[in-house]
């Protein structure tokens, strides 16, 4: 990731005086096209895991050769996968008390990976596929996998933090979107909006039915309000695996023609935009962010398929609604 040579000023200089940066170009041709934008911030170095926390397979090489993982599972992997659910979310719901304006994500990561440790979990994100951090956290227009750094939250900000911990052989995945400070009404329109999509995703997940159902309950709860449905990033199957081969689109598409069945295990983790679903990379080759910078929230939890409603993996203690127990 680009560091910042200098931090951005709290006045902007004029469209024709020499960029606050110290590139050397005219502001107008530099940065000023990012005004409002996100901008990134220094990454510290990976932090490492204590011997004694039992790792998965990725953990020292950042590579894994994935198997075929069964799509029902025991019903000794389904506790497992209760217990790595309620500490997910137990480690979302105290990151998510962090959030305020002047705290940077690094200090969240830190205390996320640090919470994870203590629990006895391995932060699955750490060295997966290289990824740096204990978390992701994902501000304004970043739709989703933003790498914690140095740049401090403002107010007005929505920040998404995603989080994932691999106990017992299995892994619990997570995350909700936070105000920071006093935030507009129409990005709360938005955060509110999109944890209900997520809700009645969730509310779809029945046994018998095609996964289909699930992209269907999202779009219609989101049509009324002519928000997008991002297509490029999906819900996924999950158990000792952080990714299985089940896909949960978040749009109806009637290919999507998987039937569930009880004990499947997979996220629901619909990212809904203000304007366009599309989406540009940071050359960090991990961050997405909205093509018209507009804003973007997300939620997501780990549910099981059962003979009746689904079981939602990671509602243990403390995983109520981060939109009114939490906004600040």
Known sequence: MTDLVAAEPAVLPKANDACWCGSGRKYKRCHRKLEGRVLQGVVSPMRSVPDHIARPPYAD???????????????????????SGKIASTVLAEAGAMVAPGVTTEEIDIFVHERFIELGAYPSTINYHGYPKACCTSINEVICHGIPDSRPLQDGDICNIDVTGWIGGVHGDTNATFYVGDVDPESKQLVEVTEGAMWKGIEAARAGRPLSDIGRAIE???????????KAFVGHGIGEQFHTDIQVLHYYDSRSSVIMRPGMTFTIEPMITLGTINFKIWDDD??????????????????????????????????VSPVAPWKR
């Open 61 to 83: 090489t950042g590579e894994y050769e994935p198997w075929q993982e069964d799509r029902v599972k025991s019903p000794e992997i389904i506790e497992a996968m209760r217990h």
């Open 220 to 230: 219609d709860h989101v049509k009324p309000y002519r928000y997008g449905v991002v």
């Open 286 to 319: 991990w961050t997405a962010v909205t093509s018209d910078g507009r804003r973007t929230a997300q939620f997501e939890h780990t549910l099981l398929v059962t003979d009746d409603e689904p079981e939602v993996l990671t509602g243990g203690e403390g995983a």
